[in-house]
T-cell receptor, first 110, second 114 residues
Framework: EDKVVQSPLSLVVHEGDTVTLNCSYE??????LLWYKQEKKAPTFLFML????IEKKSGRLSSILDKKELSSILNITATQTGDSAIYLC??????????FGTGTSLTVIP | NAGVMQNPRHLVRRRGQEARLRCSPM?????VYWYRQLPEEGLKFMVY????????ESGMPKERFSAEFPKEGPSILRIQQVVRGDSAAYFCASSPGTGSNIQYFGAGTRLSVL
């Protein structure tokens, strides 16, 4: 069974659009949730969330965690072609075990 | 400050051969994780190591796969008697282990089994 589920699986938008990516999880001993951006090579770190309701922001990207709903969203406003990538959500369980979702593939069309 | 270094970047093996994948963590990082990424799938956890210790290998197949992180030198993921199904991208990540559990990833090794 998948412990981390991301939706949608893929998304195609036009430049300037705003997108919301979803991540839901089911782990026994939650410690943190992380978002990564994966282009052609290694995933690069975006955000780490541990507390519910506190938005983390970096430029046009923002993310928030809802521990009650066991979910997180990643928002990207005013999308650019350079935002095209796979966005991965990972959840850390106690004991330093990490579970990754399959990712959301985002394509931004000029 | 070099990031996580993995080598080789690409590795081609014939069925039955051995594959050795290397990972040098970021300077100051003592925790290493190995993941496998199959086409159209997410990263799957394989093994978590600290220096000279395997902490969690629950994601690693019981046969043919082994990992080590010696006191000196890189972490090694070894796959013996490779089969076509082992073809995948193998990513290594490292973290400081104290205070922050953010993982920093290497560029991966793409293994192709002929």
């Amino acid at each position: 069974e998948d412990k981390v589920v991301q939706s949608p699986l893929s998304l195609v938008v036009h430049e300037g659009d705003t997108v919301t990516l979803n991540c839901s999880y089911e782990v026994t001993n939650f410690r943190s949730l992380l978002w990564y951006k994966q282009e052609k090579k290694a995933p690069t770190f975006l955000f780490m969330l541990t507390s519910s309701g506190i938005e983390k922001k970096s430029g046009r990207l923002s993310s928030i965690l809802d521990k009650k709903e066991l979910s997180s969203i990643l928002n990207i406003t005013a999308t650019q072609t350079g935002d095209s990538a796979i966005y991965l959500c990972a959840v850390e369980e106690g004991g330093n075990q990490f579970y990754f979702g399959t990712g959301t593939s985002l394509t931004v069309i000029p | 400050n070099a990031g996580v270094m993995q080598n080789p970047r690409h590795l081609v093996r014939r069925r039955g051969q051995e594959a050795r994948l290397r990972c040098s963590p970021m300077k100051g990082h003592s925790h290493v994780y190995w993941y496998r990424q199959l086409p159209e799938e997410g990263l799957k956890f394989m093994v978590y190591l600290q220096k000279e210790n395997i902490i969690d290998e629950s994601g690693m197949p019981k046969e043919r796969f082994s990992a080590e992180f010696p006191k000196e030198g890189p972490s090694i993921l070894r796959i013996q008697q490779v089969v076509r199904g082992d073809s995948a991208a193998y990513f290594c990540a490292s973290s400081p282990g104290t205070g922050s559990n953010i993982q920093y990833f290497g560029a991966g090794t793409r293994l192709s089994v002929l």
